[in-house]
C-alpha cells in the first residue's frame, strides 16, 4: 500500500520548504516540492532609486546576503550599459569567491554531513585506527591518534551533558548510516575544524566589504573601497597581506580535507551513486569577470538539454541574449493569481492562497523554465557547464575527485555517477577546489594593478530620461542567481529576482513537468517511513535555501516527519 | 554594581528587516546606535538573519545581549528575557536536522566549547509579521521604547553605562 510522508519543514531557514512524497514498497513513486512562505519582496522596490537596490536585496535571503547585492548592482549596471573599473570587479571577484568558499564548507560539513556521518558511532572508533585510515588518505596535520582522541572525549562529553543541540534530531543508528565508525570519527573531527575555514574565508569577505554579514562596499558604477597603500582607513598592504595569508590556510584546508573526506563519503556510500539524478536539464552562468565590461571569464557557463554533453551551449556574456530571452516563469503550480507563464520583466506578483492541492496549485514559489524546459542550477551544472567549455581547474579537480573515489570504492566511478545526489556533493567540492584557484587569479590580478599605479574603483552612473531595462546574473553557491530591473526616470517600475532554490524547489511548470527537487526524489529508497533519512539526504544536496529568510523563533516544538495511508 | 572592567560586549539584533516585526531586533539596535553612546568595550551588531557568521561573536565577547523576534504563542508586543541555557530549552524547535537559525548558533558554540559568561535574550512577540515593509507595525513602533530600555537595564546590570545623545 503507498503511503504519503509529508516532511515539513526540511529547512529552519529561509522560509519554509515542505516535501511530500508517496512511497510504495520501499520508493518513492511521487514527490512535490512546495515553499510554505511567501516571497514577494519585489514590490518593496518598486519607485525606489536604482542606486539603493542592492542595500534592500541583500536582505532577501541570511545566508546570501552578498550574493543578491552582487546580483543587483549588475543588473543596474546592465541596464546603464555601464562598465566598472578593473579593481572594481577584481575585489567583487575575491568576495563573491571567498563567500562561496565559506558557503560550501558550510554546507557540506555542517549542513548536510550529518546525513552520511553518524556522530554517535564515533564514539566507538579507535582514534589509532582512524589515524592510519585519515593518514592513507591525506598529510593533513590534525590526522593523527592524540587529535582524534581529544575530539572523541569532547563528543562524548556534549552527548553525555544531554544538550545535544545542533545533534539533537540526527537520526543516529539509522539503518542506512553505513560509515565504519573511524570514518565518522575522521569526518566528526573535519566538521569541528572546519568552523575555523569557514571563518576565516568570511574573514576575507569582512576585510573588503568592510563587515558581515551585509557588505557595505558595493555601489553601482564600482565599489567603494578606496585604495591607498599607506592608508589605514582603505585597502592598504597590511590588508592585502592578511587576505593572502588567510588564503593559504584555506587553501590546505580544501585540497586535504574537503576533498579527501568528499571522496571518502562517496566511496563508502557508492551504493548510493545511482539515485537522485532528476532534471538533468543544466543552466548554469559564466562569472568573476577579468574586464570591466563583463566579456572574460575565471568561470564559464552554459545550458546543457537533458543531460546531452554533445549538445551543451555556452553563455558569453552579461549581455547574452540567449540567457535574456530564454527564462520565464510559470504560476500554473503557485499561489499566485492566474495562470501565466511570462518573462521576468513581465510578470506581476499578485498572491492568490489555496490549499495544497495535488494536481493544482500547491507552492509559493513560481516555476522557472529554460527554454520553456525545468532547469537543474548549482555547483553539479556549473561544473559540467566549465567541464565542457574546456576550464582546466575543472577537469583536473573533477578527474582527481572520481579517481580518489574509484581508488577508495576499489571500482570504477566515472564522469556520468555525478547525476546524482552524491553527485552533487562531489561537484560542489571541485567548485570550491576551482573557487580557491579565482580567489588567487583575482589577488594576483589585483595586487598586478595597483602596482601599476590604477586605483580606479569606480565610474558613477547616470540615468537617462525614460525606460532602460537590465538583468545581472551571477553564479552563486546554489546556482544561477538572476535580478531583472525596468528602470524608468531614474526609479525602479519592476523588480524581480529569480533565485537558484527557485529553480531547484519549484513545482510543476505549465506541461506539469515536475521541477528538479521533485524528479531527485522520484526512485528514491525509503527504509523507516518515520524516519525518512534519504528524503533528507537528496533535498540537502541541492543546499536547499528558500529565499525569503524569514526567521522567526517558534517554540512550538513540532513533529517534522508525518505518514499516513493512502 | 559590577564593573565592565575590560570584558567585551556584543549587543546583537536580530531578523529581517523586511518583514515588518521580524525585523524588531535590528530597529531597536539601529534606535539604540542613534540614540545613545557606548563605552568602546561594547560592540553593536546588525546580524540580520545570520547564521553562522554570527558564531566568532560567540568566541570574541565575554557577554552576548540579542534582541529578536520569538513566536512564543504570547500577547503580542510582550517582552520576555531568557538567559543562557533557557534559551536553548526554549527555542529549540524539534525542526530540521542540522539547517541553522541562531539556535544552532548557540549550540554549536557550546560544542566548540566557546564560553561566554552570559548570553541573555530579548524576546519579542510580533504583532504582524504578513506586511512585506521595512516599518515596524505602529504597535510594535511604540513598544520599541520599552524593548530599548529593557536592553538598557541588561546592560546596566552588566556595569556598561550609556548615555543619551541630547537633542541640542
Redesign the interface.
Known amino acids: 500500500m503507498a503511503k504519503r510522508i509529508i516532511?515539513d519543514?526540511?529547512?529552519?531557514?529561509e522560509g519554509h520548504l515542505r516535501i511530500d512524497c508517496d512511497v510504495k514498497n520501499g520508493k518513492v513513486e511521487k514527490a512535490w516540492s512546495s515553499g510554505q512562505m511567501w516571497r514577494?519582496?519585489e514590490?518593496?522596490l518598486t519607485g525606489r532609486d536604482p542606486r539603493d537596490a542592492w542595500i534592500?536585496t541583500q536582505?532577501?535571503?541570511?545566508?546570501c546576503?552578498t550574493v543578491h547585492a552582487i546580483a543587483s548592482v549588475r543588473a543596474v549596471e546592465n541596464a546603464l550599459d555601464l562598465e566598472i573599473p578593473l579593481n572594481a570587479q577584481l575585489i567583487r571577484n575575491m568576495i563573491i569567491a571567498a563567500h562561496g568558499i565559506h558557503d560550501h564548507i558550510?554546507h557540506f560539513y555542517?549542513?548536510?554531513a550529518?546525513?552520511w556521518v553518524d556522530v554517535v558511532s564515533a564514539l566507538k572508533a579507535d582514534p589509532k585506527a582512524t589515524a592510519k585510515l585519515a593518514n592513507s588518505l591525506s598529510d593533513w596535520p590534525n590526522n593523527n591518534a592524540i587529535h582524534f582522541k581529544q575530539v572523541q572525549n569532547?563528543l562524548q562529553k556534549?552527548v553525555e551533558s544531554g544538550?545535544?543541540?545542533?545533534f539533537?534530531?540526527?537520526?543516529w543508528g539509522h539503518p542506512a548510516m553505513k560509515l565504519p565508525p573511524e570514518a565518522n570519527l575522521m569526518a566528526a573531527s573535519h566538521y569541528?575544524e572546519a568552523?575555523d575555514y569557514?571563518?576565516k574565508a568570511?574573514q576575507i569577505v569582512a576585510i573588503l566589504g568592510s563587515k558581515?554579514?551585509?557588505i557595505q562596499n558595493l555601489a553601482v558604477g564600482g565599489v567603494a573601497n578606496a585604495i591607498n597603500l599607506d592608508n589605514q582607513a582603505t585597502i592598504n598592504m597590511e590588508k592585502l597581506m592578511h587576505i593572502q595569508t588567510l588564503m593559504s590556510e584555506l587553501k590546505d584546508f580544501v585540497r586535504k580535507v574537503y576533498l579527501v573526506d568528499l571522496a571518502a563519503v562517496g566511496a563508502l556510500y557508492a551504493h548510493w551513486l545511482p539515485y537522485g539524478k532528476g532534471v538533468t536539464n543544466y543552466l548554469s552562468v559564466p562569472d568573476f569577470p577579468m574586464d570591466g565590461k563583463g566579456t572574460q571569464f575565471l568561470t564559464q557557463g552554459g545550458y546543457i538539454p537533458d543531460g546531452k554533453l554533445d549538445q551543451f551551449k555556452q553563455i558569453n556574456s552579461f549581455n547574452d541574449s540567449f540567457f535574456e530571452d530564454n527564462v520565464k516563469e510559470s504560476i500554473k503550480h503557485s499561489w499566485y493569481d492566474g495562470d501565466w507563464t511570462k518573462h521576468p520583466y513581465k510578470e506581476e506578483t499578485v498572491p492568490k492562497y489555496t490549499d495544497f492541492q495535488d494536481d493544482a496549485k500547491y507552492s509559493w514559489v513560481k516555476a522557472p523554465t529554460f527554454l520553456d524546459k525545468p532547469a537543474q542550477v548549482g555547483p553539479l551544472a556549473n561544473v559540467l557547464g566549465m567541464y565542457l567549455a574546456g576550464h582546466e581547474g575543472a577537469k583536473t579537480y573533477t578527474h582527481m575527485a572520481l579517481d580518489l573515489i574509484s581508488s577508495v570504492a576499489k571500482t570504477k566511478v566515472g564522469i556520468g555517477a555525478l547525476h546524482s545526489t552524491l553527485g552533487r556533493h562531489a561537484a560542489r567540492c571541485v567548485r570550491t577546489q576551482i573557487l580557491y584557484d579565482v580567489l588567487n587569479e583575482s589577488y594576483n590580478a589585483l595586487v598586478g594593478n595597483i602596482s601599476k599605479g590604477d586605483f580606479d574603483t569606480f565610474n558613477a552612473p547616470v540615468f537617462p530620461k525614460g525606460e532602460v531595462s537590465g538583468f545581472g546574473f551571477h553564479e552563486a553557491p546554489r546556482g544561477v542567481l538572476s535580478h531583472w530591473v525596468v528602470i524608468e526616470n531614474g526609479k525602479i517600475k519592476n523588480y524581480q529576482a529569480v533565485v537558484p532554490s527557485t529553480w531547484n524547489a519549484g513545482p510543476r511548470n505549465q506541461n506539469d513537468e515536475p521541477g528538479p527537487y521533485e524528479a531527485s526524489l522520484v526512485g528514491n529508497p525509503v527504509a523507516d517511513e518515520e524516519k525518512p533519512l534519504e528524503i533528507?539526504r537528496t533535498v540537502?544536496s541541492f543546499d536547499p535555501c528558500l529565499a525569503?529568510?524569514?526567521?522567526?523563533?517558534?517554540?512550538?516544538?513540532?513533529?517534522?516527519v508525518t505518514v499516513h495511508a493512502l | 554594581m559590577p564593573s565592565s572592567n575590560g570584558s567585551k560586549t556584543v549587543l546583537l539584533g536580530l531578523g529581517n528587516l523586511l518583514m515588518e516585526d521580524e525585523g524588531v531586533g535590528v530597529h531597536a539596535l539601529r534606535w539604540m546606535e542613534a540614540a545613545y553612546t557606548f563605552e568602546p568595550t561594547i560592540q553593536l551588531v546588525d546580524g540580520g538573519t545570520a547564521g553562522f557568521e554570527l558564531l566568532p561573536l560567540f568566541e570574541d565577547n565575554d557577554r552576548i545581549l540579542m534582541i529578536d523576534a520569538v513566536e512564543f504563542g504570547k500577547e503580542p508586543g510582550s517582552i520576555t528575557v531568557l538567559e543562557d541555557d533557557q534559551i536553548l530549552t526554549e527555542l529549540t524547535q524539534k525542526m530540521s536536522l542540522h539547517h541553522l537559525g541562531i539556535t544552532d548558533v548557540l549550540s554549536s558554540a557550546k560544542l566548540l566549547e566557546y564560553c561566554p559568561q552570559k548570553v541573555v535574550m530579548i524576546g519579542i512577540q510580533p504583532f504582524a509579521i504578513d506586511n512585506v515593509t521595512m516599518d515596524l507595525s505602529p504597535d510594535m513602533q511604540a513598544r520599541l521604547p520599552k524593548v530599548v530600555a529593557t536592553a538598557l537595564s541588561i546592560l546596566e546590570s552588566w556595569g556598561i553605562h550609556t548615555s543619551a545623545i541630547s537633542a541640542s
Do not use: M, W
Open positions: 516532511v519543514p526540511v529547512t529552519r531557514i514577494g519582496i514590490p518593496i534592500f536582505r532577501i535571503c541570511g545566508v546576503t558550510v555542517h549542513l548536510s550529518l546525513d569532547r556534549f544538550q545535544l543541540g545542533i539533537a534530531n540526527g537520526y569541528l568552523f569557514q571563518r568570511n558581515t554579514p551585509h533528507l540537502h525569503c529568510a524569514i526567521h522567526l523563533h517558534n517554540n512550538q516544538r513540532k513533529e517534522i
